[in-house]
């Protein structure tokens, strides 16, 4: 089995960077794509940013495309995302989750493995 811990949410101020990070243990591999969720108060959770094996290859909603950035650390087993210029519109729990057949998808469904997420509140 796969977990997923994700860490570093927490409050900030409009324009601030934040970084996350989410830890897997388990049974890992550096094949699997990892991914980036949110889900705001009351609302769908929406894809925010995948990263893929063995290329790295980084995709990207349109509304975070040229502020976030997802990286990823295979010899740590973990994958950072880096929230830069954060608006209030950004506040959402954001989960980490893993696509452990590989491939790139932005669809939540077709990722089986999910951590529990973490809050980032952004005041104006």
């Known amino acids: 089995q796969v977990q997923l811990v994700e860490s570093g949410g927490g409050l900030a101020q409009a324009g601030d960077s934040l970084k996350l990070s989410c830890a897997a243990s388990?049974?890992?591999?550096?094949?699997?794509?990892m991914a980036w969720f949110r889900q705001a108060p009351g609302k769908e959770r929406k894809f925010v940013a995948a990263?893929?094996?063995?290329?790295?290859?980084?995709y990207y909603a349109e509304f975070v495309k040229g502020r976030f950035a997802i990286s990823r650390d295979n010899a740590k087993n973990t994958v950072y995302l880096e929230m830069n210029s954060l608006k209030p519109e950004d506040t959402a729990v954001y989960y980490c989750?893993?696509?452990?057949?590989?491939?790139?998808?932005?669809?939540?469904?077709?990722?089986?493995?999910w951590g529990q997420g973490t809050q980032v509140t952004v005041s104006s």
């Open positions: 989750a893993a696509r452990t057949q590989g491939g790139y998808y932005s669809g939540d469904y077709a990722y089986d493995k």
């Open positions: 388990g049974r890992t591999s550096s094949s699997y794509t």
């Open positions: 990263i893929s094996s063995p290329f790295g290859n980084t």
